[in-house]
Every structure is written in structure tokens, then in C-alpha cells.
């Protein structure tokens, strides 16, 4: 790990000292404070020596004229960084709820998001599972009556999306068993994203004059591969508890955020920015500006994936100050993302 490179022993453990103390306080730590805590048995000069180098070095900063500092994000980010990879902790109130079974998800999801703000003392949310890889699976195309079509559109995950579409004129039988061939042929196992201009030209070429039936039909498909985003649910529970931190419970800063955990597009934003992250299967932390969400910055959030099947997947997040505890935070997702997977899974069979 290249901040790792940087520091020797001791200054990990000054730092890893500065950042426990200061979560646990909410206030500045001094070099008397921290040869109290460690063990390493050094005078306050020689730690205050190290905490210049620290200072300097962009892990720790001094808020005010006092000698006390706070950590950086850059300490929080090396902080982080090391504790997730130290032994995962039980949490038995979690692995209590998960082990009913629950028929509803939606209320599973409820209950999740209500205990986690309660366990952690921060704002929750859940997002309910969706295919992040929608494709399409299969399309039928069947005579309502003179001048409509039913069409069927199936999508990855057996979602099914059923409309109705307005056509010209009456489509002969063997016109309309050709255009399902087409169809069919033409686009299953393919994203919308992947049906591009050439493949939607080609398909309209072939219909010849049903090109516009056609027509029709590729909106319908986009508008059903689509509309599963925007019936995504996110639940959300604990946004008051941002109150209990001084630093989030100005009136502008708390009014934003609470704001934000209201609104569904930008805890989307959220989502959106988890799910399109390389490592989106594991658990991810962002403080202060890494935030994707501009009215989070002044927050850390820690989220985690939990899965469903191939592409189906939910989002896990954790908000709350910098000074969360991280440690704790960590256990209790992890626990949360493997019993919320096994439960799943189990009511799907």
C-alpha cells in the first residue's frame, strides 16, 4: 500500500491513536493524550515531532491555534484501508433478524435499514434488488384486434413487460409469426445498449413494410429495459440521528442532508455510482469529497453490494460523520451483505 510506504511503525500507531481518540471525542487530540494511550512509551516532544510529520505529510491537521489536531480525510483513508482488512466482528442483532424468515422483502429491507441505524447510530438506506445487466430474453408479438398489437417483452431476471401498440393497417398471420422470427433473432441476449443504430437499420430493413410495427416495438423494449430503474425503491431510516454529531447538525448542513436521504434521485446518484464501480462486489468507502452525492461531502459512506442471482443486486449504504466508526461499520455490513445474500437466496429456491 503506497501510504503505508510513508510511515514506519510508530507513526501507524500515533495516527491509528489520533483517529480512535478523536472518534471517540469529537475533539482535537494533543501529544499528552495520545503517550497516555499507546503503549510506546515516548515523551510528549518526540510524539509531537511525529505528529508534525504527520501533519505534513497530509494525514492529521490542526483546526485551530491549539496543539490538538484531527485526522485528514487521507487519514481516514488509510485508517480505513487498514481495518478492512483486520477480522470481521459478530453482530448478533443482525444475525438474529436474518435468521426469521421474512416473506416480504420489502419489509425485510425496512426492517434492515431500522436496525442498522439503530446498531450504528447513523442514517441507513437499501436499495431493493434489480438487474444491473438487463438484457432482453424474448419478445411476442399477438393481434389484439384489427389496428393493435400486444406485445410481450420478457427481460432478463422473468421480468415481464406487457403494452399495446397502435398499428397502420392488419398484419396477415405469417406476417406477423415472420416478425416475431425477426425480432426474437435479431435481439435476444442484447442490452439496450447494445442495440444500436446499425442493429435497429438493419431490423427495420428486413421488416420491409412493417418496418414501422418494428419501429414501434424497439421503443417498447428500451422503455421496459429502462423502467426498472426507475421503479427502483431505496429505503432509508436514522436520518435524525445525523444530530447527535456537531459537525452535521449545523442548520444548512443538517437541512441538506436530510434533505438528500428524502429525495430518491440523488440516493440514486449513490447507487448508480456503487453499482458502476470496478469493485462493486465488495464493500466501499467514501469521505468527504469522495462523496458522489455533493450535499454528503461533509460525510463518510460505506456501502456494500449484496446479490441475488446473476445481476441481481441491492446497495447497503452507511452515512454519517467522518468520525464514524468505521470499525464496527465494516463488521456490521459484512455481516449484513452475507446473511442478507443467504436469506434471499433461500426464499427464491
Known sequence: MKDKDQLDERKVTILKAIIKTYLETGEPVGSRTISKYTDLHLSSATIRNEMSDLEELGYIMQPHTSAGRIPSDRGYRFYVDQIMQEKEEEVTEIKDLMLKRVDRVELLLKQMAKLLAQNTNYAAMISAPQYQRNKLKFIQLSKVDERKLLVVIVIEGNIIKNTIIPIQKELEEEALLNLNILLNSALNG???????????????????????????????????????????????????NIFKYPEL???????????????????????????????????????????????????????????????????IGIIGPKRMDYEKVLSTLRNLMTQLDTILKKDER
Do not use: W
Open 249 to 315: 447538525s449545523d442548520g444548512d448542513k443538517a437541512s441538506k442532508l436530510i434533505g438528500t436521504l428524502e429525495q430518491k434521485e440523488l440516493l440514486q446518484e449513490l447507487v448508480d455510482d456503487v453499482n458502476g464501480s470496478e469493485e462493486n462486489s465488495g464493500i466501499q468507502v467514501y469521505i468527504g469529497d469522495e462523496a458522489p452525492v455533493k450535499n454528503m461531502k461533509d460525510c463518510s459512506i460505506v456501502t456494500a453490494n449484496y446479490e441475488l442471482g446473476e445481476g441481481l443486486r441491492g446497495t
Open 190 to 240: 442484447l442490452s439496450i445498449e447494445e442495440i444500436n443504430l446499425d442493429v435497429i437499420s438493419r431490423l427495420k430493413f428486413q421488416a420491409g413494410p412493417h418496418s414501422e410495427v418494428v419501429d414501434c416495438v424497439l421503443t417498447e423494449v428500451a422503455a421496459a429495459i429502462r423502467a426498472d430503474d426507475e421503479d427502483l425503491q431505496i429505503y432509508t431510516s436514522g436520518a435524525t
